[in-house]
């Protein structure tokens, strides 16, 4: 009896196109339900969505959503148009919701600083960190959340004495 290789690729091929046609699953899709959990001792109920059989995502924004200070930054600025203090916080901010108070002269000093090559990389970092990186120990971090403004309160230098 001889046996020819080549005889049973068909029959292989047709076992595997049976195996996975057997696995495939034939189930109506039906539209995501909100379920809302027992209500919580002092708090509102809590709220999910099933995206499928086995999963549920609570529907409440996410920390970063809500405290815009949080979000994370990792970015690398272009050198060729970001060359001062000044411009990698404007590039920093562009969509964080935020912009930088501008026309106050002591201010001016600090936006016209040089970048410094190690600040051309920077994050992963909550960006209220990422500014303070950039502005340096020199200078404290202001936020206007009202008016989503960053400005910079000029700190006390080694040994210097503030009223």
Not at 7 to 27: D, E, K, N, Q
Not at 50 to 68: G, K, W
Not at 98 to 120: F, I, M, N, R, S
Request: proline fraction near 9%; charged fraction near 20%.
């Amino acid at each position: 009896m001889l046996i020819c290789p080549n005889c049973y690729r068909p029959i292989i091929a047709a076992l595997a196109a049976m195996l996975v046609s057997a696995c495939a699953s034939t189930t109506k899709e039906t539209a995501p339900s909100i379920t809302p959990a027992p209500a919580q001792t002092g708090g509102d109920a809590r709220v999910f969505l099933r995206q499928s059989r086995y999963t549920l995502v609570e529907l409440r924004p996410d920390a970063r959503q809500q405290i815009l200070q949080r979000q994370i930054i990792d970015l690398r600025i272009p050198a060729t148009n970001v060359t001062t203090v000044g411009d990698a916080m404007r590039y920093v901010l562009r969509r964080s919701g935020y912009q930088l108070c501008e026309g106050d002269p002591v201010l001016a000093t600090l936006w016209d600083l040089p970048l410094p090559a190690a600040h051309v990389q920077l994050g992963p970092l909550p960006l209220n960190q990422t500014l303070q990186l950039l502005a340096g120990n020199a200078w404290r971090l202001s936020v206007d959340e009202r008016e989503r403004r960053v400005c910079f309160i000029a700190g006390p230098l080694n040994g210097e004495v503030r009223p």
